[in-house]
């Protein structure tokens, strides 16, 4: 297990490292290159500009160049932003927190509705339930989840409007005006992003679910978990849905790399101050240290992800071995 | 296997129709098995008619708003703008008074077009290499399992509104971009498809009779993994929709002042206590061609899968 351990993590290092390369790339390509948020200060000459390249290093070949941007990288520096001139590293932890807690709970949600709805609808298949459940699916499968989120808000503000009743927070983290931590205003701002962002993953999860669960019941050793007079809650639970969770774990690495990108869009419309939200806000007044900065953390996520759900293949499939 | 030999034989009726089948009907082909199945799946069958409906739409924008509108897509009229849906303006104007319906319509030729030239370009550099890497195997095979990964582990809808926000994009440009980004997953489907072929006895005896690899791989090994190719183009296509309206509607898409449903969807966010039919109808549009692309696909895969046969 350890070696197989390490062996995965000394994989993820030619995969970080090209990585690294085209996001060098992007920030060489960004128009005005690195200084550029100095080309428009008075205080700064042209002349000024060209000294200041020069002393910084920016008129040596890219790979020099490179080199010592990945040491920075390594310390933990990622430049400063072009406006604020904070380190980049300082505005994305800040931001980290509120992306990962929303990440854990649109993936809590996926494995929570998904697979008892999957096991259900495999279980009961071709009755009423089963069908009612892939309709649904079907439709949500192809409904963008962030447009319905859209509709949801407007019908909230909508009811607000005409009864004065907020039935849930249209956006934010927590309550404008409101001191200190509550945990109950957390969750109840937490729910609608958390429940739009998880849908992909639930229907996706439930999808998978309902065909495994018919795989499996279809095997020999269900047959006999049932002829030796098991019942039929341990034979789900033991044998149907730990053989059915294996297409679950490995799919969980897809979905989370999902979670990680369209973090962008549901921070977004839900004004979550995560770091899909930084990346947005930054990316439009092009301010690239920080959007590259956000693309490089988002990157290790999945990275990490992917690793996770490896490691996890082998704790729910005992055949599988670390060898 | 078994599964569907019970269901055959549990539901009444089927049988005579499989006597039918096999008695009195004539051979049929892998395809004509196909399309026998297709057309008697129902839900495939709507959501192809759905489809071809939307993509004839599409290709008769121009006709459509000359001659059944009678509105340009881009035409201000200030004094009709926020009006409902009615008989003169099916779905409505915008703030602009633009035609909501003509504008949809168009916005259906720019994200179709944008679905099928990714499918096109992605499939192409997919299918061949993927054809080329479960083939030759070795190093190749390596090489480019270990570009996958790379390709796998970067958030794309972040990397594309970086790369948006650095050159304006037009429909082509982005459904290049995503080609580029986008063609790991049928390569590998091919890939895996083309592992199993290639031990099949056929290509043994083809290359016995002294068929180069390059004729192998195209004659003997593409047309079995054309099937699988045709499901992904529907995957394809609705992926693709997706991601340009994300995109578009976070504003580093397509432009304004073409009509995308995503940046209609951007733009009606600013007039949803004014006129909230604005934000209902490209999402509906986006809804229907991706369920249509979906429920198609599905189909094609069931009829195509030779363990389903009847």
Redesign the interface.
């Known amino acids: 297990m350890t070696r197989y351990l390490a062996r995965r993590l000394l994989?993820t290092i030619?995969?970080l490292f090209?990585?690294s390369v085209?996001q060098f790339g992007?920030i060489n390509?960004?128009?005005g290159g690195p200084l550029r948020a100095y080309l428009l200060d008075p205080n700064i000459s042209p002349e000024d500009v060209k000294r200041l390249e020069h002393e910084y290093g920016l008129d040596q070949p890219l790979p020099i160049q490179y080199i010592s941007w990945m040491g920075n990288i390594l310390r933990g520096d990622f430049g400063r932003s072009y406006f604020t001139h904070r380190p980049v590293m300082e505005a994305v932890s800040e931001r980290l927190p509120a992306t990962i807690e929303l990440g854990l709970a649109a993936t809590l949600i996926s494995y929570l509705i998904g697979i008892p709805l999957g096991i259900y609808a495999g279980l009961h298949r071709g009755g009423k339930i089963d069908h009612v459940i892939r309709f649904f699916t079907?439709?949500l499968?192809?409904?963008?989840h962030?447009?319905?989120g859209?509709?949801i808000i407007?019908l909230l503000?909508?009811t607000k409007?005409a009864t004065g009743v907020l039935l849930l927070p249209l956006g934010g983290i927590s309550t404008i005006g409101k001191e200190g931590f509550d945990p109950l205003d957390f969750l109840w701002h937490l729910f609608l992003p958390a429940l739009m962002l998880g849908t992909g993953g639930w229907v996706t999860f439930g999808r998978y679910m309902r065909s495994e669960t018919?795989e499996v019941l279809?095997q020999d050793f269900v047959r006999t978990a049932h002829a030796k007079g098991l019942s039929e809650r341990v034979v789900v639970f033991r044998h149907v849905l730990r053989n059915a969770l294996i297409p679950v774990v490995t799919l969980s690495a897809g979905i989370f790399?999902g979670l990680?990108?369209?973090a962008?869009?549901y921070e977004?419309i839900f004004s979550w101050p995560g770091m899909?939200r930084l990346?947005?806000d930054a990316?439009?007044k092009?301010d690239?240290p920080i959007?590259?900065g956000?693309?490089f953390i988002?990157?290790i996520l999945?990275?990490l992800g992917?690793l996770m759900s490896d490691i996890a293949y082998g704790w729910v499939d005992p055949r599988i071995r670390y060898e | 296997m078994?599964?569907v030999a019970t269901q055959v034989a549990a539901s009444p009726g089927t049988k005579s129709t499989l006597d039918a089948l096999a008695l009195k009907g004539p051979a049929r082909s892998f395809w004509g098995d196909a399309w026998y199945r297709f057309r008697h799946d129902r839900l495939a069958v709507m959501g192809g008619l759905i489809f071809l409906f939307l993509c004839l739409l599409a290709i008769a924008a121009p006709w459509v708003s000359e001659h059944i509108t009678h509105y340009d897509p881009n035409r201000i009229d200030l004094r009709v703008n926020y009006a409902l849906p009615s008989a003169t303006h099916w779905f409505g104007t915008d703030e602009y008074g633009r035609d909501y319906f003509t504008r949809i319509v168009w916005a259906g030729q720019i994200s179709l077009s944008i679905g099928f030239l990714f499918a096109a370009v992605s499939l192409t550099i997919g299918v061949v290499l993927g054809l080329a890497a479960g083939y030759y195997g070795g190093w190749f095979d390596d090489l480019l399992q270990?570009i996958i990964?790379?390709f796998?582990?970067?958030?794309?809808?972040?990397?594309l509104?970086?790369?948006g926000?650095?050159v304006r994009l037009g429909w082509v440009e982005l459904a290049l971009i995503l080609s580029f980004l986008g063609w790991t997953g049928a390569s590998r489907q091919v890939r895996g498809l083309v592992l199993s072929i290639k031990q099949r006895d056929y290509v043994l005896a083809a290359r016995t009779v002294g068929a180069s690899n390059a004729r192998i791989m195209f004659q003997h090994i593409l047309p079995n993994v054309f099937s699988i190719v045709l499901v992904i183009v529907g995957f394809d296509v609705?992926s693709a929709i997706?991601t340009e309206?994300?995109l578009s509607?976070?504003?580093?898409g397509v432009q304004p002042p073409t009509a995308t449903w995503g940046n209609m969807?951007s733009n009606s966010?600013s007039y949803?206590?004014k006129d909230?039919w604005l934000?209902?109808f490209p999402?509906i549009a986006?809804?229907?061609t991706?369920?249509s692309v979906?429920?198609l696909a599905d189909g094609l895969r069931d009829a195509m899968d030779p363990r389903l046969r009847q």
Do not use: E
């Open positions: 994989q030619p995969v090209i990585i085209l992007l390509a960004a128009p079907s439709i499968n192809a409904v963008p962030w447009w319905l859209l509709i407007v503000a909508n409007l018919l279809g790399v990680v990108s369209g962008v869009i977004n899909g990346l947005y990316t439009i092009k690239y959007s590259i956000v693309l988002f990157t999945a990275v992917r | 078994a599964t270990a990964n790379i796998n582990a970067i958030p794309f809808l972040p990397l509104i970086i790369i926000s650095m609705a997706l309206s994300s509607f976070l504003g580093f969807l966010l949803t206590t909230p934000i209902v999402g986006i809804s229907l991706v369920l979906f429920l």
